[in-house]
C-alpha cells in the first residue's frame, strides 16, 4: 500500500545515490525484521551480489548498529 506523504524523487549526483542506497540497505534493521542487513533475504539484485553493493557503497557494519 503506497503512503500518501511518499513521493518520488530524482537522484542527481553519485554522493546522493549512495546515500539513498544506504538507507534502502539499513532500512529492514531499523525496522526490526532482521539483526543485519545480510540476513534480510530481500537485499542484493539479479545482476550484484549483496557483497558488491555493499563495497560500492562503502558499508561499514560499524556505520549501524542496531540496539538490543
Do not use: C
Not at 518520488?8 to 539513498?20: D, F, G, M, P, Q
Not at 534502502?24 to 525496522?31: F, N, Q, S
Not at 534480510?40 to 550484484?48: E, L, N, Q, R, W
Amino acid at each position: 500500500m503506497w503512503q500518501r506523504y511518499g513521493y518520488e524523487h530524482t537522484l542527481r549526483s553519485e554522493e546522493a545515490a549512495v546515500s539513498v542506497a544506504r538507507y534502502i540497505l539499513e532500512d529492514p534493521v531499523r525496522a526490526g525484521l532482521v539483526a543485519s542487513i545480510e540476513n534480510y533475504a530481500f537485499s542484493g539484485s539479479s545482476v550484484y551480489t549483496l557483497e558488491q553493493i555493499l563495497e560500492a557503497i562503502q558499508f561499514k557494519k560499524e556505520w549501524y548498529r542496531r540496539s538490543g
